[in-house]
């Protein structure tokens, strides 16, 4: 008996020996929650693309469209294509042309437009439209300073030459060559330049404004200037510069010829034409 409650004593003790000396295990605390992600802040809608108008250029015709060294278009023509397209939300896309294939060009829809001091006459009319003007400048006939000149049959034996599909070629056929003058047209007006300094050419006929920007003003220009009066019947040279459309094209004729108002009336044309000229070339 006595053997019996020693054990019962020890097994007791054992038991609260391993109970105060154990370690009670605490659970850890929770994780708190992972904070969700911050959204990102939208980002803003890419602007639409504007739908394009090509238009044709012949960047031959120095100051109204030539190209810089860097061979980017520029001048008065490509000037006031930017400052439309502004006003009818569209984006130039500038496709040169040789000047004799434009209309063609544009009827084929190479392009959508001809912005390139294209003259409005009865002839052209018959297979483009045309917006209002956007400008109006006389032509001129150039041969070598001191040359006589009394009229047109003074040129009688001279080499002339000219701007092929042109209203100057039109003037020429039409009034030198019957004179006795010999004309030769030429794909583009640099051209000409370069052959009357070498001597093949005795003169041109050209837009006042541009053979003054595109050679006498030039050192390769020196010795020669114009002769006879101011070029200006409507009969060769039309009624002014338009836009040139395909035939049909009312709508877009109809947001140029709003275009044009606007930058003649908000001073965006004043503004480009005091950049290549020192007078009015809008005209009559």
Known sequence: ????????????????????????????????PAAAPV???????????????????????????????????????????????????????YVEQVWDSMIPGLQAKKYDAIISSMSITEERQQVVDFTDKYYFTPSRIVVKTGTAFTDVA?????????????????????????????????????QVYLDIKSGRLDGTVADQVEVNGGFLSKPEGAGYGFVGPVLADAK????????????????????????????????????VSKKYFDFDVYGN
Do not use: H, W
């Open 39 to 93: 959204a990102a802040p939208a980002a803003a809608p890419a602007p639409a693309e504007l739908p394009e108008l090509k238009v044709a250029i012949d960047p031959t015709y120095e100051p109204f469209t030539f190209k810089t060294a860097d061979g980017k278009p520029t001048g008065f023509d490509v000037d006031i294509a930017e400052a439309l397209c502004k006003e009818i939300k569209r984006k130039c896309v």
């Open 236 to 271: 060769y040279f039309g009624t002014g510069v338009g836009v040139a459309l395909r035939k049909g094209e009312t709508a877009l004729k109809d947001e140029l010829n709003a275009g044009i108002k606007a930058i003649r009336s908000n001073g965006v044309y004043e503004t």
């Open 154 to 190: 003074s040129l009688k034996g001279k080499k002339i030459g000219v701007l092929k599909g042109s209203t100057q070629e039109k003037y020429a056929m039409g009034e030198l060559k019957a004179a006795g003058v010999s004309v030769v047209p030429y794909e583009a007006q640099d």
């Open 1 to 32: 008996m006595f053997m019996k409650n020693l054990l019962l004593s020890l097994s007791l003790i054992s038991a609260a020996a391993l109970v105060g000396c154990g370690k009670t295990e605490t659970p850890a605390p929770e994780a708190a």
